[in-house]
């Protein structure tokens, strides 16, 4: 099985490197960063990518987008996320595109090398490998949708702020005063976390958030 590695730490990618060697896997590359496992990907094509979520330069979210990207560009490319944590944006997106070849892991909570070797085996052959914890944070984040906070009343105002109405186009439509719209706005935007800001268009981004349910 061919296995290109990414991990920043010089460290833990020589010794994933030596770990998968020892266990019979051959590691076609190892490398530091997301552009450089974006190439190795492109180059061997391997059967699978193991990929830390947090990598240079910013080491937020690098790997995971490297991983969606793999996902997209060569679907026969498997994917096992390695990290510390679970980004559950991301993650949520990673498990969406294809529910066979992918897998997420937590670095802290792998606890016998022969299940871990055994996880990148299961991910490779099309199957799945998730940490309990992963499942669980998503699970939850689910549940907790902020779109669940609003009222209905909030729903309809926020249906027409998608359809282009402005405040005075939802004031005719729903026959209610301007302040009462102004407080629906203001309630939305809070129940959506969506603080002031200088820099995004708050009542975009709503709307957004409503068109993606």
Same mark, same amino acid.
């Given at each position: 099985?061919?296995?290109?590695?990414?991990?920043?730490?010089?460290?833990?990618?020589?010794?994933?490197?030596?770990?998968?060697?020892?266990?019979?896997?051959?590691?076609?590359?190892?490398?530091?960063?997301?552009?450089?496992?974006?190439?190795?990907?492109?180059?061997?094509?391997?059967?699978? %990518? !193991?990929?830390? &979520?947090?990598?240079?330069? #910013?080491?937020? =979210?690098?790997?995971?987008? @490297?991983? *969606?990207?793999? /996902? $997209?560009?060569?679907?026969?490319?498997?994917?096992?996320?390695?990290?510390?944590?679970?980004?559950?944006?991301?993650?949520?997106?990673?498990?969406?595109?294809?529910?066979?070849?992918?897998?997420?892991?937590?670095?802290?909570?792998?606890?016998?090398?022969?299940?871990?070797?055994? %996880? !990148?085996?299961? &991910?490779?052959?099309?199957? #799945?490998?998730? =940490?309990?914890?992963?499942? @669980?944070? *998503?699970?939850? /984040? $689910?549940?907790?949708?902020?779109?669940?906070?609003?009222?209905?009343?909030?729903?309809?105002?926020?249906?027409?702020?998608?359809?282009?109405?402005?405040?005075?186009?939802?004031?005719?439509?729903?026959?209610?005063?301007?302040?009462?719209?102004?407080?629906?706005?203001?309630?939305?935007?809070?129940?959506?976390?969506?603080?002031?800001?200088?820099?995004?268009?708050?009542?975009?981004? @709503?709307? *957004?958030?409503?068109?993606?349910?």
């Amino acid at each position: 099985m061919r296995i290109v590695i990414a991990e920043d730490s010089v460290l833990l990618r020589a010794g994933l490197t030596k770990l998968l060697a020892d266990g019979g896997f051959d590691v076609v590359d190892a490398v530091a960063d997301a552009e450089q496992l974006l190439r190795a990907v492109a180059e061997h094509r391997p059967d699978l %990518a !193991l990929i830390d &979520v947090r990598m240079p330069p #910013t080491h937020t =979210d690098e790997g995971i987008r @490297a991983a *969606l990207a793999i /996902r $997209h560009q060569f679907p026969a490319v498997a994917v096992l996320v390695l990290s510390q944590y679970v980004e559950e944006r991301y993650a949520t997106d990673l498990l969406s595109v294809r529910t066979s070849g992918v897998g997420y892991l937590l670095k802290d909570r792998v606890a016998h090398v022969s299940d871990f070797l055994a %996880a !990148l085996r299961r &991910v490779a052959a099309g199957g #799945t490998a998730l =940490d309990p914890e992963v499942v @669980a944070q *998503l699970l939850v /984040r $689910h549940r907790q949708d902020p779109m669940d906070r609003l009222t209905p009343r909030e729903l309809e105002v926020l249906r027409l702020m998608a359809e282009g109405r402005s405040n005075h186009g939802i004031v005719d439509t729903l026959k209610v005063s301007h302040s009462a719209v102004e407080k629906y706005i203001t309630s939305i935007l809070s129940k959506l976390d969506l603080p002031p800001t200088d820099t995004d268009h708050r009542r975009v981004l @709503a709307v *957004l958030r409503f068109l993606r349910i």
